[in-house]
């Protein structure tokens, strides 16, 4: 109760064109007690921020009249609305929408579908976040190259690392899971079969396994042998089902005539349709297809996929969902005994953002001129880069695994063990001036800031660090204050 009556006074500016999604998120916050207003797209939503400026924005991207990027350049551009955080909702299937975020200012991002805890979490590590420093136009910029295309992002952004670490964790988390339950589902699919043989060997009968459609498992005329033989097949395949029930990615099965018998809950979620919506495979091919032009060499390679299983096992296609959404998949289709196929449906774009996101979060990290340390909530460093060797005078090599307490000086260890367990509880330390060991003994004065890196559940799995050479930032702000004075006098 004390945290909703904190959120009461922290309103919500909500910009989405979509009804459903703007009422979605507002179910999340009001449950929270966060008070929302809504605005239906960026130009509404400009003219409710000057009227009355919301404590945060979460703004759609694609929007009519004025889109998310258009509306996150707008507020950060204005000196009197620059401080008001921005997280802009996105499927973010490309990373360069990612980097069109970072480039308009954006202070975080949720991605497409999300559950209501992690855009909580979003929403309270963006407030707890540094808030950027008003630039007056002259902030310099971090260029970073990303498909032959070069970004600039603000080198001040100070949230962009935490951004990308999270993002990069959540799509690496996921393809983690979909491998990690395609490898479970093979094991026991070998495992079924290899039951099914040592029956059928001992008891000189064919064994028909069952069809997955709800009916009994194996029917009498089956010929399944003994009692115990027939327990042990109904066992095999309960706990199959179960797996296949409660796995992440999208599982069917396929019988001898082409009827599909069972499609798993993922399934359903994933693509939209039923067993009553796809009852056969012509069904399936008659919806599964249907928005793309190659649709009939499309049906082709599927029906050859079905009669190859086992021998070539991964197929692309691109599925059109129930909704008319297209999903590149890839399939794995395996054979059953009786003519049967098992399909193992993996999404490609889960697959692709997790590779293309980790160049990105290495372009972005390795690009910055400051110095970027990933560490374990006990201090041990995790990745560092290269602004941190020329800092620090340490490879990556050479100090990854380590304690930080490398770089500190004996005198500040102590306050160094405060400020991770502070961090360590959800605080963000801003932008403290301190000292720092480099490799050859010598003392570098650096300006750091330490903030929690979250998982979608919100629960604090690391500590990022950003440290700025304080004498590079006195040239920069002497030098700024220098062109002031010039320009004033003209």
């Not at 012509?282 to 086992?310: H, M, P, V, Y």
Request: charged share 25%; hydrophobic share 35%.
């Amino acid at each position: 109760m004390k945290t909703r009556t904190q959120n009461s006074d922290v309103p919500v500016l909500i910009v989405e064109d979509s009804r459903t999604q703007a009422e979605y998120l507002e179910h999340i916050l009001e449950g929270e007690g966060y008070p929302v207003d809504i605005a239906t797209d960026g130009s509404e939503a400009l003219e409710k921020i000057k009227q009355k400026p919301p404590k945060i924005v979460l703004t759609d991207i694609i929007m009519p009249e004025m889109d998310g990027y258009d509306l996150c350049r707008a507020i950060k551009r204005n000196k009197d609305l620059s401080h008001i955080p921005v997280i802009l909702v996105t499927q973010l299937f490309d990373p360069a929408d990612l980097m069109k975020g970072l480039e308009a200012g954006a202070d975080n991002i949720i991605i497409k579908p999300f559950e209501p805890e992690h855009v909580l979490s979003r929403i309270t590590s963006t407030l707890q976040s540094p808030v950027r420093p008003d630039s007056e136009g002259t902030e310099p910029t971090l260029e970073v190259s990303l498909e032959g295309k070069t970004h600039h992002i603000p080198a001040s952004h100070f949230q962009t690392p935490a951004i990308l670490l999270s993002t990069y964790e959540h799509a690496l988390r996921k393809n983690t899971e979909l491998q990690e339950a395609h490898d479970r589902l093979a094991a026991e699919n070998e495992n079924l079969h290899q039951r099914i043989a040592n029956l059928e060997q001992g008891s000189g009968k064919n064994v028909v396994p069952g069809n997955f459609s709800g009916s009994a498992p194996f029917p009498a005329s089956a010929g399944t042998g003994t009692y115990g033989q027939s327990q042990t097949i109904t066992g095999s395949e309960e706990r199959f089902r179960r797996i296949a029930e409660l796995s992440p990615i999208p599982l069917s099965v396929i019988d001898g005539s082409r009827n599909f018998r069972f499609l798993n809950k993922q399934f359903e979620e994933h693509f939209g349709y039923t067993l009553k919506d796809i009852p056969t495979e012509k069904d399936w091919l008659a919806t599964a297809f249907r928005t793309s032009a190659r649709s009939k060499n499309l049906i082709l390679i599927w029906k050859q996929a079905l009669e190859c299983a086992g021998d070539e096992p991964r197929y692309k296609f691109p599925i059109t969902a129930k909704d008319g959404s297209v999903r590149p998949v890839e399939i794995y289709p395996l054979p059953l005994p009786d003519g049967e196929v098992f399909v193992v449906y993996q999404d490609l774009l889960d697959k692709r953002e997790s590779n293309r996101l980790r160049s990105v979060l290495e372009s972005i990290v390795n690009s910055s001129n400051d110095a970027i340390i990933g560490k374990s909530l006990d201090g041990t460093i995790m990745s560092w880069n290269k602004a941190a060797e020329r800092y620090y005078g340490y490879l990556a090599e050479e100090v990854t695994g380590k304690s930080i307490d490398c770089i500190v000086p004996p005198e500040l260890r102590e306050q160094l063990a405060l400020f991770l367990k502070r961090v360590g509880n959800g605080e963000t330390i801003d932008r403290f001036d301190t000292i720092r060991l480099k490799k050859d003994g010598s003392r570098i004065e650096v300006c750091v800031t330490l903030s929690p890196i979250r998982n979608d559940d919100g629960q604090i799995i690391g500590i990022s660090t950003i440290a700025q050479n304080i004498a590079e930032r006195k040239k920069y702000e002497v030098s700024r204050m220098f062109n002031q004075q010039v320009l004033h006098r003209r």
